[in-house]
């Protein structure tokens, strides 16, 4: 079995994570979250990568590059905290893409990284109001509205401050224009395919993050000295960074399979993609926990850095 990237995608993953230790650093996540929680020069940045067009097909002006490529990108988002709804751009275009059959004029504008599109999860008439990721920034919403996938200039957007400091808005649909792209069983079936597929972008976002926040404990851990030794050597430090990164190799590997049983058409492929998403969100809400106990649960004590994956 293997279950190394290839070479191709070991070198986007170092491209992408050279790019984002430079400019999306602690003191960069620090300065969005002071306005409105989006990185502009940034987002730019990831779409002169070629970030934005990995899951459009090239017939559309994309790179046609598969869910592992893109979970790929979303390891490094979420290793350093990107300020801004990356996982939600990817499957909106993708999604923007696959039911214009390419045609729609803004594709190209969204994947230069000009403007900004996101995608609201909930049917809008079911849910008319809802919290959007990236609603606070985007010039557009893609959504679904009963049997038909519309494109919402978003109005009636409510901002509202957040731990976390990401632009995430609550829309009021009902005061939005919205223009129909496709309507039918094949535009819900393929909106909700992007939703499955944001279950597994966000996996690897959250599992990466843990897994950060992790290795910030373990080096904090064997700087600080308690009677006379590292802190890491004591048992009850120790065993449960090391617990938390199993568990997180767990939702890394489980995400990949997913993905693989997909590619394969096994019909259980459909339980392991929500699988996926909850053992990572599980395992990271523990890994982050341990990492703040770590550090004297600072979670609290903004100049650690660890607060930033709290």
């Given at each position: 079995m293997n279950l190394e990237l290839t070479d191709d995608q070991r070198m986007m993953r170092e491209s992408f994570a050279k790019l984002l230790d430079d400019q999306s650093s602690p003191q960069h996540v620090r300065a969005a979250m002071e306005t409105d929680g989006f990185d502009q020069k940034l987002w730019g940045q990831l779409a002169e990568l070629g970030a934005f067009a990995i899951r459009v097909d090239e017939a559309h002006g994309g790179l046609g590059m598969g869910v592992l490529?893109?979970?790929?990108?979303?390891?490094?988002?979420?290793?350093?905290?990107?300020?801004?709804?990356?996982?939600?751009?990817?499957?909106?275009l993708r999604l923007l893409a696959q039911v214009t059959d390419g045609?729609?004029?803004?594709?190209?504008?969204?994947?230069?990284g000009s403007a900004l599109l996101t995608m609201a999860l909930e049917p809008i008439d079911e849910q008319p109001t809802q919290w959007v990721a990236g609603a606070a920034?985007?010039?557009?919403?893609?959504?679904?509205?009963?049997?038909?996938?519309?494109?919402?200039?978003?109005?009636?957007?409510?901002?509202?401050?957040?731990?976390?400091?990401?632009?995430?808005?609550?829309?009021?649909?009902?005061?939005?224009?919205?223009?129909?792209?496709?309507?039918?069983?094949?535009?819900?079936?393929?909106?909700?395919?992007?939703?499955?597929?944001?279950?597994?972008?966000?996996?690897?976002?959250?599992?990466?993050?843990?897994?950060?926040?992790?290795?910030?404990?373990?080096?904090?851990?064997?700087?600080?000295?308690?009677?006379?030794?590292?802190?890491?050597?004591?048992?009850?430090?120790?065993?449960?960074?090391?617990?938390?990164?199993?568990?997180?190799?767990?939702?890394?590997?489980?995400?990949?399979?997913?993905i693989h049983d997909i590619d394969a058409g096994y019909d259980f492929a459909a339980a392991e993609v929500s699988l996926a998403l909850w053992w990572a969100t599980e395992a990271a809400g523990h890994a982050v926990t341990r990492a703040l106990h770590t550090f004297g649960g600072y979670g609290l004590a903004l100049e650690y850095d660890v607060h930033l994956y709290n």
């Open positions: 490529d893109a979970t790929v990108l979303m390891e490094e988002v979420g290793r350093r905290l990107v300020s801004g709804p990356v996982a939600e751009a990817l499957v909106a045609t729609h004029a803004d594709i190209e504008t969204f994947i230069a920034v985007a010039s557009k919403v893609i959504a679904l509205d009963g049997d038909a996938v519309v494109l919402v200039a978003p109005s009636g957007v409510c901002a509202e401050e957040s731990l976390a400091g990401t632009p995430l808005a609550e829309v009021d649909f009902t005061k939005a224009s919205k223009e129909v792209l496709a309507q039918g069983s094949d535009a819900v079936r393929a909106f909700n395919a992007a939703c499955e597929e944001w279950k597994l972008l966000m996996a690897s976002a959250v599992s990466a993050l843990a897994r950060e926040a992790v290795r910030l404990a373990s080096v904090y851990a064997c700087e600080r000295e308690a009677f006379g030794r590292a802190i890491g050597m004591y048992q009850a430090i120790s065993h449960p960074l090391a617990d938390s990164i199993v568990d997180i190799d767990g939702a890394k590997y489980l995400t990949w399979k997913a």
